[in-house]
């Protein structure tokens, strides 16, 4: 049927006009809206992955790593915007109450993502526990052959100090075909060592080396960072207090605490780091503070990259 061309250019200048009128209602709303607090910036995700399942035409692959990708995006932002220090032990202040449901309805609609569970795994201790060890489980139940999990699971158990959760799921990891050896080295310490700084290292360092994300594995290279200073420290800390002792002072710089330290087995067999200008360096290439007052190492606050929790 052929139109009339009048009323086709009034049905086209009707159209503009509602989109032009659309237009000036949304920047009326815009100028007008109110300042939220921080706590409502995020807005809640529109589309659960589990309702999408099964309608998404075998895209649920496609949809599951878009909402990964988020979830990364989402944190990223939230560090990026925030002021001061990072502690990556207390993620609340950012308050990143997206980051489970991002990561369940990834895991809804791909239940063997992997990934996606060990970054929360990693990331969410220091926002909810509880949410923590949802999404571990979660994946446990869904991969209960992904000895990683269960690896996960005992480090999140392990930071709550809750030593005999962590034996257990360390002990159930074991099980499991193909699991490392050091599930059954970790259930052991769990028994008889689960807060020393031995403990905190190798599980630092089987989280670093297992990492699938570079947030994970940037995570857990500064902890064990945190834990080489803090043997650097305990050792210069010995040598100040042995400097004193000798000469009734503090050293008043670190060259003439070189003498004392320079036969110091750190562990790992490591040793001391020096800068081009003297300065005892730690493990992020930071000068430490001599503190003559007190006559006791300190980390540079402002300018170093470790963990200060």
Not at 52 to 77: C, H, P, R, T, V
Not at 208 to 233: H, I, M, N, P
């Amino acid at each position: 049927m052929n139109r009339n061309p009048k009323q086709l250019v009034l049905s086209l200048a009707a159209v503009a006009v509602c989109f032009g009128l659309i237009y000036v209602l949304t920047n009326f709303i815009e100028q007008r809206r109110p300042v939220l607090p921080e706590s409502y910036a995020d807005e809640d995700l529109a589309l659960q992955g589990a309702r999408l399942k099964g309608y998404s035409f075998g895209a649920e692959g496609l949809i599951a790593d878009w909402y990964w990708m988020q979830s990364l995006q989402y944190i990223g932002d939230k560090v990026l915007k925030s002021e001061g220090n990072i502690n990556l032990e207390n993620l609340k202040p950012l308050n990143p109450r997206l980051l489970y449901p991002l990561l369940d309805n990834a895991t809804d609609l791909d239940p063997q993502f992997t990934a996606a569970y060990s970054y929360g795994a990693v990331v969410l201790p220091a926002i909810d526990p509880r949410q923590a060890i949802a999404i571990t489980e979660k994946g446990i139940r869904a991969n209960p052959n992904e000895w990683r999990l269960y690896q996960h699971l005992g480090y999140i158990y392990w930071r709550l100090g809750d030593y005999e959760k962590a034996f257990e799921a360390y002990s159930e990891g074991a099980k499991i075909k193909d699991a490392p050896p050091f599930f059954r080295m970790m259930a052991a310490r769990m028994k008889t060592a689960g807060g020393s700084r031995e403990t905190s290292r190798a599980m630092y360092r089987q989280l670093f080396d297992g990492a699938e994300d570079k947030q994970t594995k940037e995570v857990a290279r500064l902890r064990l960072a945190q834990l080489d200073s803090l043997d650097e420290r305990e050792a210069l800390g010995a040598a100040l207090r042995q400097f004193k002792e000798k000469n009734n002072r503090c050293a008043g710089n670190w060259s003439e605490l070189f003498p004392l330290i320079k036969n110091v087995r750190l562990p790992g067999d490591r040793d001391f780091q020096i800068d081009r200008a003297g300065n005892l360096v730690d493990p992020t290439g930071v000068p430490y503070l001599l503190d003559k007052t007190a006559c006791d190492v300190r980390l540079d606050a402002a300018k170093t990259k470790i963990p200060l929790d």
